[in-house]
């Protein structure tokens, strides 16, 4: 469903331009071809401000997407557990599914009282 919403939304701006489709299909005689048509794989000619206009509609989407993504802010407050990026969302993901069953080893050694005398 979203890529049928996101088609919707890219085809909104897209403006059929009926007399060019017209003149098209008059031009060319096997416009809608048939299967045993010798011109398969032939398409027709399109012009050059549908082409850019198709480039710019690319270009502005990445600039969107661009936009959209951010990096985050280092907080020097937070305490370092991990040695890359990478090592530090492996790290989130193991506490997020393991946290609740480590917290009591993870405070004795903190304090001290899980180490032998």
């Known amino acids: ?31 809608y071809r048939e299967a045993s048509s010798l011109q398969y794989g032939k398409a027709p000619k399109t012009s050059k401000d549908k082409i850019d206009k198709m480039a710019q509609e690319l270009h502005d989407r990445e600039q969107k997407r661009q936009e959209f993504s951010r990096r985050r802010k280092f907080r020097e407050e937070k305490d370092i557990d991990s040695i890359n990026d990478r090592n530090e969302r492996f790290n989130k ?7 609740k069953y480590t917290m009591e080893i993870k405070k004795n050694l903190e304090r001290g009282t899980a180490l032998p005398d």
């Open 93 to 99: 993901k193991i506490e997020h599914a393991f946290g």
């Open 1 to 31: 469903m979203t890529l049928y919403n996101a088609y919707k939304k890219r085809t909104k701006n897209i403006q059929v331009d009926l007399e060019e489709y017209n003149r098209m299909r008059a031009a060319d005689p096997e416009f």
